[in-house]
């Protein structure tokens, strides 16, 4: 059963960054390929990225709302997804999830980014 | 960027009722489409990957189908544990804007 612990949420002034992680266990993170989506207070889920296992290339795609402001890394010897979230605006305002279709699938249960002043 | 298009976007049905959600890729997207529920206050459950495939422990009354553009989520016979928002995206790819669905 894949489960997934995201963590790094918090309160951040608008034009800050944030780095937030996702602990994998119970899968081998390293042939996974690992989605982060959002969904803002009283909105819908908006997929943010997806990044491949290294072996199929460990390519990322990201949304266009958040290219060129978010990076999606991955450190398969912690068992660690990440996501930067730089130059944050108050509409990134947001719970955040990591996920997985990968060997049965899985959500966390999301970490909590809050952009205000 | 592929769109996906969800309809209804709200949906009030009995007990026992067929219902069925329709969502629109704005181009092919083969069989990469799944189906989540989310009940308020909760994580969405995935329900249905790859167009057809049932999650495992997801309720038989569940089903998913077609390919290409356009895809449907069926309940066969609603009940009250049934009442979220069901949202459909293309695999690691983009969501449908959600379809509450109520108890009438």
């Known amino acids: 059963e894949v489960q997934l612990l995201e963590s790094g949420g918090g309160l951040v002034e608008p034009g800050g960054s944030l780095r937030l992680s996702c602990a994998a266990s119970?899968?081998?993170?390293?042939?996974?390929?690992m989605n982060w989506v959002r969904q803002a207070p009283g909105k819908g889920l908006e997929w943010i990225g997806r990044?491949?296992?290294?072996?199929?290339?460990?390519?990322?795609?990201?949304a266009t709302p958040v290219k060129g402001r978010f990076n999606i890394s991955r450190d398969d010897s912690k068992n660690t997804l990440y996501l930067q979230l730089n130059s944050l605006e108050i509409e990134d305002t947001a719970v955040y999830y990591c996920?997985?279709?990968?060997f049965g699938g899985g959500w966390g249960q999301g970490t909590l980014v809050t952009v205000s002043s | 960027d592929i769109q996906m298009t969800q309809s209804p976007s709200f949906l009030s049905a009995s007990v026992g009722d067929r219902v069925t959600i329709t969502c629109r890729a704005s181009?092919?997207?083969?069989?990469?489409l799944a189906w989540y529920q989310q009940r308020p206050g909760k994580v969405p459950q995935v329900l249905i990957s790859?167009?057809?495939t049932l999650q495992s422990g997801v309720p038989s009354r569940f089903s998913g189908s077609g390919s290409g553009t356009d895809f449907t989520l069926t309940i066969s016979s609603l009940q009250t544990e049934d009442v979220a928002t069901y949202y459909c995206?293309?695999?690691?790819?983009?969501f449908g804007g959600g379809t509450k669905v109520e108890i009438k």
């Open positions: 181009q092919g997207i083969n069989l990469y």
């Open positions: 119970k899968f081998p993170l390293n042939n996974a390929w």
């Open positions: 995206q293309k695999m690691s790819g983009p």
């Open positions: 790859t167009a057809s």
């Open positions: 996920t997985t279709f990968s």
């Open positions: 990044i491949r296992s290294k072996a199929d290339g460990g390519t990322v795609d990201y």
